[in-house]
Structure formats: C-alpha cells, structure tokens
C-alpha cells in the first residue's frame, strides 16, 4: 500500500519515448473535449450537479465503479497482493458486493423517490436540520481530504515514473479535472470516468497477462508463491481464526463485522461520490441497477490488480523487506518498467493517470453539489435564483480543487495510504451509516438522535484510533486492524446513543416519515416502470442477488 512518507524506490524511471507521451496527450484532449460537450446539456444547476437526472443505467453503473477504480486502489491493492496474497479478494467480494447490492435493493429507492439531491439532505428530510448541517459539513470535509489523497499519490508516482517533479504533476492533474468538471458538470466527470473505467481495463490487462506469461502461467506463480510464501498466501481465509497470528492483523470475525458490515456499508450506501453517479440516472430503475450493473466489473477487477502483485512477489522474492529495494508499494511500476514495451507503456501511464484523475473527481464534484446545496444555499444564501447556484458551484469547484492540493500533503502523516483512507472511512462514513440504517428502519428514531448518533460515532472511532490503538491502551497488531475495530466501535457507539437519545426526546410525527421509513410510502412518489425496464434481465433483484452469488462463488477456490 502506497506509503506517502517515501517515494518509489530508485531506478524505477520508466523507459518512456514520444509514442507514449503522444498517447497521454491524446488522453488529454480527449477527456477536456468530452468536457464540452457536455457542456451544452448545462443549462440549469440540476443540470451541472446531477447530470438533469437523465442518464442511462450502463453509463451510471460504470462511472460509479471507475469512481472508486482509483490509482490509489490500483496500486494499494496491488501490493496488498504482494504482501499478503489470496486475502486480497476481501475487500472485493465481501468488502464491496453486499454493501453494493444492498444500496441499489434497498437504499436507493428511498434517495431516489425522495428526491433529494445529496446523502446529507436526505437526513434534512429524515431527522432535523442539525443532523443535516453536521453531516454536510463532515462529508465536505472528508470528500476534500480524499481528493487529496489521489492528487499526492498522483505526484509521487509520476515524479518516479516519470520524472516529473511532484508540483508540476499536482497542477497539470489537478488543473484538468477543475477544467473538465467546470466546464460541463457531472455530466462531463461520469462521461470521463466511463472512458477512464476502459483507459484502466486496458492499463492492467497486458500487466497480468504478460506477467503471467513471465512466471510460468498461474500454476507456475501459485507454486512458486506456495514454496516461498506458505499455503495462507494463497488462502483467503487461512490463519485468520480468532487468536492466530497473520500478516493482515484481522481474525475473520473483524475481517466479516469490521470490513464486510460496517466498513463496506458505510462506504458504499452513504459516500455521496459513489451516490450521486446513481442519482444522476433517468428513473429510479436506472438509479437502482447502477451498483448492481458497477458490482459485476467488480466482482472481477480484484484479478487484475491481485495478480501483478503476486507476480511482483515471485519477481522479485524479498520485494517489501530489508533484502529489496523495492516496496511492496513498487509492484505495478516495477512491472511496467520489466514488461511493457512502448506504445502498451504509453496506455499503462494513460491508464494510472486517468485512475488517479476519476478518483479526485468524484471526490471533487461530490464536495461541490454538498457544499452549493447543503451548507451554501440552505444556512448562507438562500432563496437565489438558480443561476446564482450554477455560477456558485463552478466556482466552488476551483475552490475545492485548490484545498485538495493543500490537503494532499496530510496524507504524508500516515504510513500508508490505504490505510489512511480506510481511518477516514471509519472516522466519516461509518458514523453516517448507523443513523441512516436506524433512520430507515426504526420509525421511532427520534429528530434529536441523528446529530448525536454521528457526533457519538465519529468521536468514538477517532478516541480508538488515536487514544486507544496509538497510545498502545490495547495492542492491535496493524493499521488495517486498528481501522476495523474503530470502524465496529463507531457504529456501536453511534448506534447505542441514537437508542437513548430517542428513549429521551420525541420522535418526528408519522405523517412526516412517508417514503422515508422502511415499509412507508409517499402519495405521489411512485413512478411505473419506463418501458422495457420490466424486462427480466433489468429486475434489481434478480442482478443484486446475481451478483452475490457469483462473489460467494469466486471464494470457493480460495476457501478450501
């Protein structure tokens, strides 16, 4: 995983020539040219914030996987792979698909026929304004300090890989993504990010095959990784019973609660930059198929970012310890730099910065849409035309770009950076979580509850991770396990005082609960299908539980 206190190790500088460079520049050109024209769909600001609700669900559903297809998951997974192997497929298949099926089963109705325009104003509607006001503020927060983390990455593997110096690559990408998302919106960042999802695909592709083909096929790498490395490595769940020791730090109790439950649900059903790509779709069908449609590329991704690093692993057998010079941070780049000849280096390069740039984004065009409508033109300014708002949030943007720059250089406190992302996903989404689900299902939940539940969870996590697990109160052998228990103390702390909270204070009259509450309807609200989305192969329930059971399926292998 990506340490930001180190660069890359030496010698990595990748033999790049004009062809490559000609292709990143036509990446470029393309990625400001779908810009504008999308620009000429802008006319309102549910136009620039939401794309006008108008999109399809197969443009949705793979802008909300690439969203999250950041570099920083590329080559953090890639050398969780390197490091730990087989285990890998965690985050993958029950870190990511139940969380992601669950959100288009079950969540997305409620945002979609709400009609609300962000995660937080869906908690306005639910609970009081305090609850929205503090939610708004944590998230613009959160989404500022995530963005940075793609923007610091960015500029330390360019700078290696490259030579570009870490300032320039900051700029040039930065200033991009404010280019492409002023200019045309939402809709331009998910029209990029459907073109960055296949720039990727085609990065990481010849990686695996051609590393493969360089460690005599997968039996080949799984025998020699079997003899250097021990049967776990190539076991998703072996050494993980409760008191075995394992390099990941987790028992499989907090792998399934701390990763599986609170971790993967708190991300996936209320992180408003993978929400908003499906609140941008048509109808709610469309909003309803997009994370079952994006859990499907998912389901598989895994490999193409596991493999490079278990091929890193029998390359370069001491890869991450004293006896190497490379970290297990190095694997992708250490591959492009053996294998790939020039032209498929040029993609590869293309592939990493479009990583890097549709993770900002998503990032970016979240915090804009929270920060115009939740805290600007609900407590700041209210009530001005929508043309103010449409201005407002162009400019907005530029601001969140330039605080992203300044934050990416927090990233360099923590000792990796999926470990740091992990922390801010316990610190911020988790809290969220627990209010929406008790919120959904608990009628009685009083207005009160919300705003304590996610100030008791956010504080709690944060007292674990910095009091309890760095002051050494108890011992957690790493980050990563350190992150899942404070993930699994913040729902239980937030979720304990939202239950005594409404114990103390009233609850919000029923009549204001319709199409809010779970087995609640809103007169008005329901909307027939649009015509051929009652075919059989488009039914959400049919693709969710498609989609777990094809996850489960792909453990079985890894599980015997």
Known sequence: ???????????????????????????FVVVLGIGFMARRSVKTSLDFFLSGRSLPAWVTGLAFVAAN??????????????????????????GAIPAMVFLGLVMMPFYYRSKVRSVPEFLLQRFDRSAHLLSSILFAFAAILIAGVNLYALSIVVEALLGWPQWVAIVVAGAFVLAYITIGGLSSAIYNEVLQFFVILAALIPICIIGLKRVGGWGGMTDSLKSSHGDNFLS??????????????????????????????????????????????????????????AAFPKIFIVFLVMIPGMVAAVLVPKIGTGGSDLTYNDAIPYLMQELLPNGVLGIAVTGLLAAFMAGMAANVSSFNTVFTYDIWAKYVKTDKPDGYYLRFGRLITA?????????????????????????????????????????????????????????????AAMLNYFWIYKQGVIDIPTDQ????????????????????????????????????????????????PA???????RRPALLGWGAVVLAALCYLPYSL
Do not use: C
């Not at 004009?18 to 520049?25: C, E, K, P, T």
């Not at 987790?250 to 609140?279: D, M």
């Not at 927090?410 to 008790?438: D, E, K, R």
């Open 236 to 293: 998703a769940w072996g050494g993980t019973g409760i008191g075995d020791a394992n390099p990941l730090g987790a028992n499989w109790l907090t792998i399934i609660l701390g990763l599986g439950f609170v971790l993967s649900f708190g991300y996936w059903t209320t992180n408003f930059a993978e929400v908003q790509r499906a609140l941008s779709a048509k109808n709610l069908s469309a909003a309803q198929r997009t994370p079952l449609i």
């Open 531 to 537: 015509q051929g989305d009652d075919a059989w192969y």
């Open 481 to 528: 396990g350190a992150n899942f228990v404070s993930a699994i103390v913040g729902f239980v702390a937030g979720a304990v005082v939202m239950i005594v909270v409404t114990l103390f204070t009233a609850p919000k009259p029923e009549a204001e609960l319709a199409g809010l509450v779970y087995g609640t309807t809103a007169p008005g609200l329901e909307e027939p």
């Open 399 to 459: 601001i969140g770009v330039v605080l992203s720059i300044g934050t990416a250089f927090i990233a360099s406190s923590f000792s990796n950076i999926m470990g740091y992302l992990q922390t801010l996903f316990s610190f911020f989404n988790v809290p969220m979580f627990v209010v929406f689900i008790i919120g959904m299902f608990w009628k009685r939940a009083s207005m009160k509850s919300g705003v304590w539940g996610l100030l008791a969870g956010t504080t």
């Open 69 to 94: 297809l950041g570099a920083t998951e590329i080559l953090g997974m890639a050398a969780t792979g390197a490091q730990y192997g087989v285990a890998v497929v965690h985050w993958y298949w029950i």
């Open 1 to 27: 995983m990506l340490s930001p206190t180190t660069t890359l190790a030496a010698g990595l500088r990748l033999p790049t020539n004009g062809l490559d460079y000609a292709i990143l520049a036509i990446y």
